[in-house]
């Protein structure tokens, strides 16, 4: 079965500091993640991606996001928000389900970064 | 970089019209995928294309639903009688023969039924 959980609908950080937006999947198969994002009216934008290489992978924008596979998670982060952050974010899962590709996404979190 | 291009970006039709999405995958990539995401809701996958026929459907794409690639890089949803409830972002993407899981989408189209 292939999931996608995404912790916080809503998270709130000031401006300059550290932002964790955090994601937890479950699949049979060898999966690969993705953290998309999409601010107001606008279109997807992908982020990053995992797919079984380096487990710590960076994106666009300073984020980078960590494969945990004792944890099932790929929870994204950023050192220091700015305000063009605000956004919904999304976590993706893929896999190749009984032969055929798959894909879960997740139920976003909207970011709010605080002046 | 190559992309995933989707027209118009914003369609407003009447309930009961009949509306065509267009989308051009990345040109070396053989999987095409519609999706879509209703206002506050999560994305849904609709349907997968192979090879020139459909590998894949979710419920919601019902017989008012239809996909086509007409001419080798188009990709078109049809959705043939519109209903209010098809008020949506729609979201194209594609995918090489090598890295199936890897689908890159387009911008998508927001289509309001009026």
């Known amino acids: 079965a292939q999931s996608v959980t995404q912790l916080d609908s809503h998270v709130s950080v000031s401006e300059g500091t550290p932002v964790l937006l955090r994601c937890n999947y479950s699949s049979s198969y060898s999966p690969s993640l993705f953290w998309y994002v999409q601010h107001p009216n606008k279109g997807l934008q992908l982020l990053l991606k995992y797919t079984s290489a380096a487990t710590l992978v960076k994106g666009i924008n300073g984020f980078e996001a960590e494969f945990k596979k004792s944890e099932t998670s790929f929870h994204l982060t950023k050192p220091s928000a700015h305000m063009s952050d605000a956004a919904e974010y999304f976590c993706?899962?893929?896999?190749?389900?009984?032969?055929?590709?798959?894909?879960?996404f997740g139920t976003g979190t909207k970011l709010q970064v605080i002046p | 970089e190559p992309e995933v291009t989707q027209t118009p970006s914003h369609q407003v039709t009447q309930m009961g019209q009949e509306v065509i999405l267009r989308c051009v995958p990345i040109s070396n990539h053989l999987y095409f995928y519609w999706y879509r995401q209703i206002l506050g809701q999560k994305v849904e996958f609709l349907v997968s294309?192979?090879?020139?026929?459909?590998?894949?459907k979710s419920e919601i794409f019902d017989d008012q639903f239809s996909v086509e690639r007409p001419d080798g890089s188009n990709f078109t949803l049809k959705i043939r009688s519109t209903k209010l409830e098809d008020s949506a972002m729609y979201f194209c993407a594609s995918s090489e023969q090598e890295s199936k899981n890897i689908q890159y989408f387009g911008a998508g189209t927001r289509l309001s039924v009026l």
């Open positions: 294309f192979y090879n020139n026929e459909i590998s894949e």
């Open positions: 993706v899962v893929s896999d190749n389900s009984g032969g055929y590709q798959k894909v879960t």
